[in-house]
């Protein structure tokens, strides 16, 4: 079963390699939502901020690029989701509807998914099975 989630928070430290996003679930009180972190890049971090803060590029990045690419083949990027996580390594997919009507699922890495998602403004699903090996208790002091 997929539970859907929202980017919560964005962690940048910009001295520090690994970045973290938390993705907390969507539809419940905040007091017993389950979250849970992310490390990613650097430059996936601040393309993810980047997009929420709403700060324009002069030329398309590759995020950018590839959701160009998908809107001109007639495609659309219907979701996203966080499917496993093995040995600490989350792994996505992007849920594509192509021209004919077909249901794509194209393996991503988390980051670039959620960063592809934003630009597209689709949901963010998380097998259940992932909530419960990375679920933490809520995040207080996570800034």
Known sequence: MRIQMELARILIRELNPAQLIE???????EDVARSFPIVIGISEAIAIDRRLS??????????????????ELGASLDSIAITE????????????????????EIDARPSDA??????????IFVDESVIEHATFPPMDGFE
């Open 23 to 29: 993705l907390r679930e969507v539809g419940v009180d």
């Open 54 to 71: 709403g700060v324009e590029i002069g030329r398309p990045m590759t995020h950018d690029l590839l959701a160009n690419t998908i809107e």
């Open 85 to 104: 996580i093995i040995d600490g390594t989350f792994y996505a997919t992007l849920n594509l509807t192509d021209n004919r009507g077909i249901e794509i």
């Open 114 to 123: 959620i960063a592809l998602g934003i630009t597209s403004d689709v949901p």
